[in-house]
């Protein structure tokens, strides 16, 4: 019988969780974050010393691998957050932070903080362009809660979708891959400079047959679209045009927002997005693994704190 992953040290024992994570972020060794000096980092012992504590002798100062990372100026031990990494990140729908408090028996603002900034681990930056080399890429929109940003304009409430969070979804049929955004409204204005941002012109692009996309032929290589409204799914004379790559994507999406993100505020979305794109794109059908899915998103723990600032409750 292989043994459980949960049983592996880094998950139970600090110096075991520190060398996991100083493996991952210092691949070559430690570096002063301070001065980024690599050569002269000694750990330092004594009884009163932290856990991963080392000190770099071209600037005198101390420092551990939580500086510039999601983990700075937290308190909570490092076996933890290794924990709530790994339940994170192999959900295929998430975990609420409400059961991340009582699985790891934290404070509920504690899971709740860690959960944010596991979020934010997860955002990926950089991304190359979708359908780059004339690949296809599907592009839809789905609502989901209550834009409480959004003022209704002698609407009824409750009709159209004009109070809800609108997200528009692309997903890169070659590479499997999914990018989301909320967006502030569904106009062709809107949308279009974000697809042009985010997609190769060479691509094929798949949507349905909603308005905001009648005019992406004269951008794109080609655009091929299907029918919802008459109940088409997969166009009869070309079996490649359809949006069911992304319908798929969406349906995780939406059970796991449905499920565990019962209360989520617009400034959250763009969040649990990332979180979702994540998971996605890096998932088994992609050859990737809870435990590799762990690691890829525990080396997206640097350089992301600076941005995190906005989450405080
Ligand atoms: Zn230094």
């Known amino acids: 019988m292989a043994e459980s ?10 110096e075991a ?12 060794g430690p570096v002063c974050p301070h001065c980024g000096g690599v050569e002269r980092n000694r750990p330092m012992g004594g009884k009163s010393t932290r856990i991963g504590t080392y000190k770099c002798y071209d600037c005198r100062k101390p420092f ?3 500086i510039g990372t999601i983990f700075e100026k937290s308190h909570i031990p490092m076996r933890l957050w290794l924990q709530a990494i790994f339940l994170i990140a192999s959900n295929k729908k998430g975990i609420s932070s409400n059961q991340l408090h009582r699985t790891l028996g934290i404070t509920l603002k504690s899971a709740w903080f860690m959960s944010h900034r596991i979020r934010e681990a997860m955002r990926e930056g950089n991304l190359p362009t979708f359908g780059s080399g004339g690949g296809t890429v599907e592009v ?6 209550h834009d409480k940003t959004v003022k209704p304009k002698g609407q009824k409430k409750g009709r159209g979708y004009n109070h809800k969070n609108k997200v528009l979804s692309l997903v890169d049929r070659s590479t499997g891959r999914a990018r989301s955004m909320v967006v502030d409204n569904l106009k062709a204005s809107t949308l279009l400079p974000i697809l042009q941002a985010n997609i190769d012109r060479e691509a094929r692009i798949m949507t ?9 032929r004269l951008h794109f290589r080609d655009h091929g679209f299907v029918r919802h409204g008459v109940g088409e799914y997969v166009s009869q004379e070309d079996k490649s045009k359809h949006t069911n790559t992304i319908e798929g994507f969406f349906s995780i999406f939406k059970r796991g927002m449905k499920g565990v993100y019962q209360h989520c505020g617009h400034h959250h979305l763009n969040r649990y997005l990332a979180e979702f794109d994540f998971r996605y794109n ?5 050859g990737v693994n809870d435990t590799e899915r762990a690691d890829i998103l525990l080396r997206g723990v640097t350089g992301k704190r600076l941005t995190y600032q906005t989450t405080a409750r």
Do not use: C, M
């Open 208 to 216: 349905d047959e909603a308005g905001q996309y009648v005019h992406l």
């Open 5 to 14: 992953i949960l049983s592996a040290p880094y998950f139970h024992n600090e």
């Open 64 to 66: 551990t691998v939580k």
């Open 282 to 286: 890096n998932r088994l059908a992609l």
């Open 17 to 28: 969780a520190y060398a996991f994570v100083e493996a991952r972020i210092w691949p070559h």
């Open 140 to 145: 839809d929109e789905t609502f989901i809660g």
